[in-house]
C-alpha cells in the first residue's frame, strides 16, 4: 500500500524522503507545475523588509536577489521550510511565523510593535500568482506600505501519473496528502478526467490546514483529517492517526 503525495516538485522529493525514512511506500504526482514568471523591480523605495509564503517565491528569483539589493535585508517567511529556502538563497536575518499566513501577518504586525520593523517602511511581498488571502491588503489595512511582486505561478497537471491511476483501481493507495487549496483542486480535476475520483476519495485525505481540507469535504471525501499545526511533521502525524485508524 501507498502513500500518495500531490506536493510539488522539488519539495515531493524531500517530503517522500521523510515517509520512506518511517517505512511508508511513496507514490508521487505533482499536481502543480512551477513556473517562474519574470521579475522586474520598478519601485523606486526603500524596502525595510521582504515577506514570502513560499519557498517557490525564493527560488523563482534567487539568482537577482543579491544584484536587487534584497538580501541585507530582513525575511519574514511564513513557515520553517520557507525560512530555510531563504537562508540557501543567502537571507542573514530571517524571521520565521507559524506556518500559515495568519501567523505571518501577526509576526509582522508585532515585529512594528516591538521596533523590530519600522512600520513605516516599505514591505515587498514575493507572491505566486494565485493567493489564497490577500496578505498584502491586510497588512495595507494595518497601516503598512507592501508592494507585491508577482515571482511564480503553479499551473495545474491535467494528468495523473499511469502508475497512480493503477494504484488507485488495484486500491493500492492508503492515503493522500494535500498541501495547499490549489493542489487539492488540482488532484480533484485530474483524478477526476481519469475516471479515478470515487476510488481516491475513499481513502483519507490528509491535509495541511483546515482550508485545505474544505475543498476535499466539498467534493465529497468522507475521511478528512487535518494537521494540527501546519507543518509536515504534524501532517505525518495526522497520517499515522488515520493509518492506524483505518486498521483498528
Do not use: W
Not at 508521487?28 to 513560499?54: M, R
Amino acid at each position: 500500500m501507498s502513500i500518495l503525495v500531490t506536493r510539488p516538485h522539488p519539495d515531493n522529493e524531500a517530503t517522500a524522503g521523510n515517509l520512506r525514512a518511517r517505512g511508508h511506500v511513496v507514490l508521487l504526482a505533482p499536481v502543480l507545475k512551477f513556473e517562474p514568471v519574470a521579475f522586474h523591480d520598478d519601485s523606486e523605495a526603500g524596502y525595510g523588509a521582504v515577506i514570502v509564503t513560499s519557498a517557490n517565491a525564493i527560488r523563482a528569483v534567487a539568482p537577482q536577489l543579491r544584484d536587487l539589493g534584497l538580501l541585507e535585508l530582513p525575511l519574514f517567511a511564513v513557515g520553517e521550510h520557507t525560512a530555510s529556502a531563504a537562508r540557501d538563497a543567502g537571507f542573514g536575518e530571517v524571521i520565521v511565523a507559524g506556518g500559515d499566513a495568519a501567523s505571518l501577518r501577526e509576526k509582522i504586525i508585532r515585529s512594528a510593535r516591538d521596533k523590530v520593523l519600522k512600520k513605516k517602511s516599505t514591505l515587498l511581498y514575493l507572491a505566486g500568482a494565485d493567493l489564497s488571502r490577500d496578505l498584502g491588503g491586510e497588512l495595507g489595512a494595518e497601516g503598512f506600505d507592501v508592494v507585491t511582486q508577482t515571482t511564480y505561478r503553479m499551473a495545474p497537471v491535467k494528468h495523473l501519473p499511469r502508475e497512480v491511476c493503477e494504484g488507485f483501481a488495484a486500491h493500492g493507495v492508503e492515503a493522500v496528502l494535500h498541501y495547499s487549496r490549489r493542489s487539492a483542486r488540482a488532484f480533484l480535476d485530474a483524478a477526476r478526467d481519469e475516471g479515478v475520483e470515487i476510488s481516491a476519495l475513499a481513502i483519507p485525505q490528509c491535509c495541511l490546514s483546515e482550508t485545505v481540507a474544505g475543498v476535499l469535504r466539498d467534493a465529497g471525501a468522507s475521511q478528512v483529517l487535518v494537521a494540527a499545526t501546519p507543518d509536515e511533521n504534524a501532517l505525518f502525524d495526522t497520517l499515522e492517526r488515520a493509518l492506524r485508524t483505518r486498521l483498528a
